[in-house]
């Protein structure tokens, strides 16, 4: 039975899907652009997210560590090549989570199971922000890719009326001017 959890991974996995979508609907040159005080370009952030996730995956069920092979510069093949890997891991590692209390030995140093549940969800929501930052800054409409959305269109909540009127249609992954 889905519970809290399961919903709050399932928003992940549809706020990088759709975010995916949008990027591999623009020129592949998007993924160049950065902006100040942002992780770097999208592609090197999104590439860091999606690689942060499959490594937290991992650090959380105490898996060994696989090398994965950076490629020299992001691309949307390799964005949907690590996209589908991480939404496979993530999608049951909620009915796999160690207790919340454990402590896991990191790099870094010990950390409860509880904090790097946490991390992989707050790092992923961070670096999307860094990512709708560099779109804004280059003057391109992004997503409405926040929890209200997540429920609007995965859930079928209620329409936001500060969006205006509801179009006939709900698209999954609006754009801004699609409101």
Same mark, same amino acid.
């Given at each position: 039975?889905? @519970?809290?959890?399961?919903?709050?991974?399932?928003?992940?996995?549809?706020?990088?899907? &759709? #975010?995916?979508?949008?990027?591999?609907?623009?020129?592949?040159?998007?993924?160049a652009l950065t902006a100040a005080g942002v992780y770097g370009t999208i592609g090197e952030t999104f590439e860091h997210l999606l690689s942060s996730e499959i490594s937290y995956h991992r650090k959380l069920l105490s898996l060994p560590k696989t090398e994965y092979?950076?490629?020299?510069?992001?691309?949307? @093949?390799?964005l949907i090549e690590l996209?589908?890997?991480a939404?496979?891991?993530?999608? &049951? #590692?909620?009915?796999s989570l160690p207790n919340p209390e454990r402590m896991l030995h990191l790099d870094d140093g010990d950390r409860s199971a509880a904090t790097v549940f946490t991390q992989l969800v707050m790092h992923s929501i961070e670096?999307?922000?860094?990512?709708?930052?560099?779109?804004?800054a280059n003057n391109i409409r992004g997503l409405e890719l926040d929890a209200w959305a997540h429920?609007?269109?995965?859930?079928?909540?209620?329409?936001?009326?500060?969006?205006?009127?509801?179009?006939?249609v709900r698209a999954e992954f609006p754009t801004l001017d699609q409101r």
């Open positions: 039975m889905p @519970n809290y959890l399961h919903h709050l991974v399932h928003y992940n996995t549809w706020a990088n899907r &759709g #975010l995916l979508g949008f990027l591999g609907a623009q020129p592949e040159s998007i993924l092979l950076q490629p020299e510069t992001a691309s949307m @093949n390799s996209s589908a890997i939404a496979a891991k993530l999608g &049951g #590692l909620v009915d670096h999307r922000a860094h990512i709708g930052t560099i779109l804004g429920g609007i269109f995965a859930h079928n909540d209620d329409w936001y009326t500060e969006w205006g009127p509801e179009p006939g």
